[in-house]
Every structure is written in C-alpha cells, then in structure tokens.
T-cell receptor, first 114, second 112 residues
C-alpha cells in the first residue's frame, strides 16, 4: 500500500530538548516536504526536497532542519524546540514526473512544546 | 506566503444540499488541486485541474478554474454528513520549481 509514515503521532517535549520527527514514503517519490498547520493559518511549508541531498527552505524554516540522505526518508529536526513550534506537522511526498501529480500526506504529528 | 485563499472560511449546510467553496490565488499556475482533511488527519487529494482546463468532474465533485480571475471553485453536490471536513486548494506555480502552496481552507459542516 502506498503510504507516507510519520512518527511519532503525538509528542510532548520541553523547551530546548532536541527532537526528530521521522517521515518515510514507499512510493519512490523524488519530492518530499514538511508543513506545519496552525489554526487560521492553513498549511505552511517548512522545508522541501527535490531529491537526495537536495533540500531548500519553504516559507517558515526558522528553528527547523532537515536532511535527505535516502530517497525514502526525510526527517524533520528541531534542535532547540520552543513553545511557538507547538503545532500539527505533516510530511508529504510527490512524484516529479511532470508537475501534474498529487501529494500524499502522512497522518500528522501533533507536537506540544512546554 | 499563502498562495490560495479559500472562501468562505466556514460553511454549514443541510444534508442533500450542494456546497460551494471558492479559492483565489495570486501567481500564474501550472495546476490547481483540491484536498480534503478530516479533523486532525492527513490531507487526501480530491481532484486536479490543469491551467488549460476550465471544468472537471469526479463523482459528486465539480471543479472550475478561471485563470483570468485567478480563482477556482469546488462544488460538492448532494452533500452527505460524511462530507464534513476541511477543504483546501493548493497551487503549483508556472515555473521550473515544484512547490505546492496551500490556502487556509474551508471548514464544511453537513448537518444530518
């Protein structure tokens, strides 16, 4: 089954404690991205990756890091989380065969930073 | 920055009625997509319309695109309680990059 898997689904952490949210896709997609979703703001893109070792900033990259060492994995790293990073996070992947492809989303990670 | 803006922000209708949601965007696009999100869950792709298309149908969904007005609409006919969800438009820009940019969404409530 084609899917994007995020872990963990829920996470409560304290300010400053480094954390990683994992994302894995089994569709051999070139394109992967991270979004955060906040009430009234829709989905905002944090980082995206066009392929292995190719990453770029989205609209709200401050406080986040990513890496793309393998095609299937695209972890999101918060080196020093702060309360304003409390949010619902989604990983997504797409094929880059043309631009007319749909994005597949993970089930989300609800992060609370206290 | 947000590319798409949905209107209305929230919509409440009776089961069996039609629901219409609108999306406006700012830059030239390659295509526009609509997604659905059940509460707190991941988004699911509904339909894609290319920039050279004006209308597209999929089951009870009808999407229109007006590139001169930079707007799109999603019509759900004969709505059901199970259609209750948030609906987002997303655009892919007309350049060499692939970047899917989402609007803020419309929350649809279908009352049984």
């Amino acid at each position: 089954e084609a899917q994007v898997t995020q872990n963990p689904r829920y996470l409560i952490t304290v300010t400053g404690k480094k954390l990683t949210v994992t994302c894995s896709q089994n569709m051999n997609h070139e394109y992967m991205s991270w979004y955060r979703q906040d009430p009234g703001l829709g989905l905002r893109q944090i980082y995206y990756s066009m392929n292995v070792e190719v990453t770029d900033k989205g609209d709200v990259p401050e406080g986040y890091k990513v890496s793309r060492k393998e095609k299937r994995n695209f972890p999101l790293i918060l080196e020093s989380p702060s309360p304003n990073q409390t949010s619902l996070y989604f990983c997504a992947s797409s094929s880059l065969l043309g631009l007319e492809t749909e994005a597949f989303f993970g089930q989300g990670t609800r992060l609370t930073v206290v | 920055s947000q590319q798409g803006e949905e209107d209305p922000q929230a919509l409440s209708i009776q089961e069996g009625e039609n629901a219409t949601m609108n999306c406006s965007y700012k830059t030239s696009i390659n295509n526009l997509q609509w997604y659905r999100q059940n509460s707190g869950r991941g988004l699911v792709h509904l339909i894609l319309i290319r920039s050279n298309e004006r209308e597209k149908h999929s089951g009870r969904l009808r999407v229109t695109l007006d590139t001169s007005k930079k707007s799109s609409s999603l019509l759900i006919t004969a709505s059901r309680a199970a259609d209750t969800a948030s609906y987002f438009c997303a655009t892919v820009r007309m350049d060499s990059s692939y970047k899917l940019i989402f609007g803020s969404g419309t929350r649809l409530l279908v009352r049984p």
